[in-house]
């Protein structure tokens, strides 16, 4: 059973930066990618940003250029720093693993984290 496991959510200073980190276990084979989501209230699930095991980045715009993704294919885990972060950027954020084969993909989901940007 694959579980993935999210922290460092919590309250967060506008301006202010956070950093959450997600580690996988499990059984695992050919990962493509790992990454975060979010879902604030009455909003659809969007990407914020995501890494290839190769090291390909991929960012929101509303984050790009605040915030970095970093993976650790060893300990197939994915960190998310953002930086200067804004009220509209509290949400759950939701950790994703991608893998598998062209005729057997996989995806995994974290139970997810609670970020609130507030004064």
């Known amino acids: 059973q694959v579980q993935l496991v999210e922290s460092g959510g919590g309250l967060v200073q506008p301006g202010g930066s956070l950093g959450l980190s997600c580690a996988a276990s499990?059984?695992?084979?050919?990962?493509?990618?790992m990454g975060w989501y979010r879902q604030a209230p009455g909003n659809r699930r969007e990407l914020v940003a995501s890494?290839?095991?190769?090291?390909?980045?991929t960012y929101a715009d509303s984050v790009n250029g605040r915030s970095s993704i970093t993976i650790d294919n060893a300990k197939n885990a994915v960190y998310l720093q953002m930086n200067d972060l804004k009220p509209e950027d509290t949400a759950v954020y939701y950790c994703?693993?991608?893998?598998?084969?062209?005729?057997?993909?996989?995806?995994?989901w974290g139970q997810g984290t609670q970020v609130t940007v507030s004064s």
């Open positions: 994703n693993l991608q893998g598998g084969t062209w005729s057997r993909p996989y995806e995994h």
């Open positions: 499990g059984s695992l084979s050919a990962i493509h990618s």
């Open positions: 890494i290839t095991t190769g090291g390909r980045t």
